[in-house]
């Protein structure tokens, strides 16, 4: 079972930033593709980034490409989302996930294992 942590959410006005942090424990780390989804209020779950195992491949929706940047950290077992130039439409909760299905990182059925969330609200 592995498990999956977030931090780093919070208030920042728009034009700001935030870095998301992910920690992962019980399973081996660098064996996961890992994502990042959010989902705001009434609205559908909506891949945000995704990174592969090594961390030598990144994918983004393009509402955040030039914006955002995930990353890992293997050896701390951390997988990070830092976000800039923050929009008010960025605002939800965001969640941590990690699949060992290396194919679609994009797609929200193929991971398996899913953080409990945290919540970023961007004000204007």
């Known amino acids: 079972q592995v498990q999956l942590v977030e931090s780093g959410g919070g208030l920042v006005q728009a034009g700001g930033s935030l870095r998301l942090s992910c920690a992962a424990s019980?399973?081996?780390?660098?064996?996961?593709?890992m994502g990042w989804f959010r989902q705001a209020p009434g609205k559908e779950r909506e891949f945000v980034a995704g990174i592969s195992r090594s961390g030598s491949s990144t994918y983004y929706v393009d509402s955040v490409k030039g914006r955002f940047t995930i990353s890992r950290g293997n050896a701390k077992n951390t997988v990070y989302l830092q976000m800039n130039s923050l929009k008010p439409e960025d605002t939800a909760v965001y969640y941590c996930a990690a699949t060992r299905d290396t194919s679609y990182p994009d797609r929200y059925y193929v991971y398996d294992y899913w953080g409990q969330g945290t919540q970023v609200t961007v004000s204007s």
């Open positions: 019980g399973g081996t780390f660098s064996n996961y593709v």
